[in-house]
Antibody, heavy 119, light 109 residues
Framework: EVQLVESGGGLVQPGGSLRLSCSAS????????MHWVRQAPGKGLEYVSA????????YYADSVKGRFTISRDNSKNTLYLQMSSLRAEDTAVYYC????????????WGQGTLVTVSS | EIVLTQSPGTLSLSPGERATLSCRAS???????LAWYQQKPGQAPRLLIY???SRATGIPDRFSGSGSGTDFTLTISRLEPEDFAVYYC??????????FGQGTKLEIK
């Protein structure tokens, strides 16, 4: 059974930093690209970032480019999102998401971790 | 960047009725690249349809997807109480860019 378990969310002040982790199990983690998708309270889904299966390629939405860094440790089956210079508009539930083998859609989602940016 | 526009924003129907949800793209999208998700309150989204018309594992056959080019549709043939949720379409585009529609809320009338 595929499981994605996020951790690391919490309350942080504007301008602060936070690192999210996602522990994966139930599939060959090193074979799949992984993603982060977020959802602000009461809002829709926003695509945030992606990393290739070997970590060699990354992608960021314009809204987080230069502030967030995605990475992975295939030996630990873990995905990360390092967030810095956080803003109020970064407040959201952050989902760790597994891409299907084709790469065109997301077949498994974690339960999400809430990040709140507020003073 | 391709923009996906979902309509209606809210759809009020009764159990047993047929639901038709629309997703319109600002540019043509390959059918292979179009997916639908269901999200219930407090839960993560769940994959329903991929490749515009293929049901994901475990999805009941009352859910169906169709469309091509810029117009895609999610149909729920006979609504069950558990189907009332928010539905999102999603496309995969150039530069490995993924975008979501703004969602359609399906509520009980």
């Amino acid at each position: 059974e595929v499981q994605l378990v996020e951790s690391g969310g919490g309350l942080v002040q504007p301008g602060g930093s936070l690192r999210l982790s996602c522990s994966a199990s139930g599939f060959t983690f090193s074979s799949y690209a992984m993603h982060w998708v977020r959802q602000a309270p009461g809002k829709g889904l926003e695509y945030v970032s992606a990393i290739s299966s070997n970590g060699g390629s990354t992608y960021y939405a314009d809204s987080v480019k230069g502030r967030f860094t995605i990475s992975r440790d295939n030996s630990k089956n873990t995905l990360y999102l390092q967030m810095s210079s956080l803003r109020a508009e970064d407040t959201a539930v952050y989902y760790c998401v597994k891409t299907a083998f084709s790469g065109y859609y997301f077949d498994y989602w974690g339960q999400g971790t809430l990040v709140t940016v507020s003073s | 960047e391709i923009v996906l526009t979902q309509s209606p924003g809210t759809l009020s129907l009764s159990p047993g009725e047929r639901a038709t949800l629309s997703c319109r793209a600002s540019q043509s999208v390959s059918s292979s690249y179009l997916a639908w998700y269901q999200q219930k309150p407090g839960q993560a989204p769940r994959l329903l349809i991929y490749g515009a018309s293929s049901r994901a594992t475990g999805i009941p056959d009352r859910f169906s997807g169709s469309g091509s080019g810029t117009d895609f549709t999610l149909t729920i043939s006979r609504l069950e109480p558990e189907d009332f949720a928010v539905y999102y379409c999603q496309q995969y585009g150039s530069s490995r860019m993924y975008t979501f529609g703004q969602g359609t809320k399906l509520e009980i009338k």
